[in-house]
Each structure stands twice: as C-alpha cells, then as structure tokens.
C-alpha cells in the first residue's frame, strides 16, 4: 500500500546550525528528516513521510483509493 504525500506548502524547512538543514511536515512533526541541501532535506523528508504514512494506514487498514 502506498500512501501518497502532496508536498506543495505542508512542511517547513530550516537551516542548522552546521549548515545542514532540517524539514519536517507542518503538524506532523514527527516527519522529520535531516539533510546536507535543501534538496536533500526534502528528499529524505518525502521517504520518512511515505513511511510514516503507509504505516499508519496498515495501522488502520486504509484502502488506498487511488
């Protein structure tokens, strides 16, 4: 089952303090993911969302509609 995770405005990505940079999604703050560029952050973002997600319909037995 894959659950699909609409990225556009739901996450919030922040610089640290090495330089690196942090996202996680906006009230799922849980969904967070480290990386060394933006690009990066946002990638590992979308696979920890897509994780967390997919197991949380398992968890609930979510058919996924589309």
Known sequence: MNVTIPFSENYVLECTADGGYYAYLSGYEQCCAYG?????A?????????????EIALLYRIDDAS
Do not use: G, I, P, W
Not at 36 to 40: A, P, R, W
């Open 36 to 40: 060394e560029t933006e690009d990066d």
């Open 42 to 54: 946002l990638a590992n973002l979308q696979d920890v969302a897509e994780e967390y997600f997919n």
